[in-house]
């Protein structure tokens, strides 16, 4: 089973940027990688994700803004989140899923926080 690690969060005001890592342990190539959002008494939502053919799909709330992407070889998954708002605070999670949806993996989390 890969294991994921994310990394790059951190606070930033309103209308900045943060680029965020996900290292993983094995080879991604097989897998839809997907970044996740969870808020302080919040569910855990999609944010974005990207096939294993760099098909992407983003949640309404972040189109424009945020970037996904992957670099197999590198075994890296990046989200780059640009113009952020405060309601973009959240911890954001990695996730490796297999092609029928099913999660493969999730990694530990990383804060977003995004001051007004």
């Known amino acids: 089973q890969v294991q994921l690690v994310e990394s790059g969060g951190g606070l930033v005001q309103a209308g900045g940027s943060l680029r965020l890592s996900c290292s993983a342990s094995?080879?991604?190539?097989?897998?839809?990688m997907a970044w996740y959002r969870q808020a302080p008494g919040n569910q855990r939502e999609l944010v974005a994700k990207?096939?294993?053919?760099?098909?992407?799909v983003y949640a309404d709330s972040v189109k424009g803004r945020f970037t996904i992407s992957r670099d197999n070889a590198n075994k890296k998954i990046f989200l780059q989140m640009n113009n952020l708002k405060p309601e973009d605070t959240a911890v954001y999670y990695c996730?490796?899923?297999?092609?029928?949806?099913?999660?493969?993996?999730w990694g530990q989390g990383t804060q977003v926080t995004v001051s007004s």
């Open positions: 996730n490796a899923m297999f092609w029928d949806g099913q999660t493969a993996s």
């Open positions: 990207v096939s294993t053919v760099d098909t992407t």
């Open positions: 094995g080879i991604i190539l097989a897998y839809v």
